[in-house]
């Protein structure tokens, strides 16, 4: 069973944006906190951004001012938008909720070049 999909990515100029989205499955009960994570090639994943069922938002360094997260609670899903996107952006952003248990979406690759 799948519990988890992203969707949005894709290749895009530096400069540009895109939206991922994340909706999890009406079977996940009890969500607290929702995020992106990325990794890049021969790197490890990071945290991109989180945010709880209160609203409170993480970012890391390296994206804040230029990616934004945010949350429908009512559909168990939430977005990354993505501005000024960057070649260093690169990666396969994989999404993350945190229940009574964690559970990880396959990944959706974001390819940022000219």
């Known amino acids: 069973q799948v519990h988890v999909v992203e969707s949005g990515g894709g290749l895009v100029q530096p400069g540009g944006s895109l939206r991922l989205s994340c909706a999890a499955s009406r079977s996940i009960f009890s969500i607290n906190a929702m995020g992106w994570y990325r990794q890049a090639p021969g790197k490890q994943r990071e945290l991109v951004a989180s945010?709880?069922?209160?609203?409170?938002?993480t970012y890391a360094d390296s994206v804040k001012g230029r990616f934004t997260i945010s949350r429908d609670n009512a559909k168990n899903t939430v977005y990354l938008q993505m501005n000024s996107l960057k070649p260093e952006d690169t990666a396969v952003y994989y999404c993350r909720v945190v229940a009574t248990r964690l559970y990880w979406g396959q990944g959706t690759q974001v390819t940022v070049s000219s």
């Open positions: 945010i709880t069922s209160g609203g409170t938002t």
